[in-house]
């Protein structure tokens, strides 16, 4: 037995049955419950486990540098001289290699300064957000979410990565950049927070496949009635 909407009480509906009822109904009406539960909770349930999986694994030592999908690279400033001194240094794969993992160790620093932003943004999505979702595909949520909170994600991040490149860390960047009066770390702290910011919605997004391919194994009520 269904309600008006063709939606079963128990909340465990066939999710292609879900999303052709929802498509056709205006905005307003999208708040009724699947069951105890609307289609915006399980939207957000669905952005905060997602997120707080990808952040236990980025927080942990390695988290970044270990995975590919994550892993922050020394960037290529060329243009003015101090670019190009910071170029040719990085061309040698020691160098290289040390900058790197120095690198990645800052953003698992820096990555607890997002997450709050992200579960911030999470609670702000409207009911419009969890329509679009549920038409999209594996990483429409995060895909979501990233359009509204990379800017704040990443402006979060740019002070602490401004003081960890100007420190003892990444003295040989320093020496790189003195014959400039370091005007190049303004455009190296915002390369790495931007490449921290990626990284970070990059494993949100997997998570958010790996949920939505196998949702029972959360044993979350909301989700299996969301993604079943």
Known sequence: ?????????????????????????????????????????????????????????????GGFYDDQLTRITPPDLGG??????????????????????ALNDVAVDLADNAAPIVMDAVQRM?????????????TA???????????????????????????????????ALSATGGRDYAALAGNVSGQIGDAIFRAIGREEAEIRRDPAATRDPILMALLR
């Open 141 to 175: 949520a995060t895909d979501l979410l990233a359009r509204e909170a990379r800017g704040s994600v990443v402006e979060a991040l740019l002070p602490g990565a401004s003081r960890a490149l100007q420190s003892d860390m990444f003295e040989m960047l320093t020496a």
């Open 1 to 61: 037995m269904v309600d008006k909407l063709g939606i079963a009480p128990t909340g465990l509906c066939d999710r292609r049955s879900l999303i052709a009822t929802i498509a056709l109904l205006p905005l307003a009406a999208c708040a009724t419950p699947m069951g105890r539960y609307t289609v915006e909770e399980a939207v957000r349930r669905l952005l905060q486990l997602s997120s707080q999986r990808a952040f236990a694994r980025l927080t942990e030592p």
């Open 80 to 101: 003015d001289r101090g670019g190009a001194v910071l170029s040719a240094l990085l061309r040698t794969r020691a160098v290289r290699d040390r900058v790197g993992m």
């Open 126 to 138: 409207t009911l419009a957000d969890a329509v679009s979702v549920l038409r999209g595909g594996p």
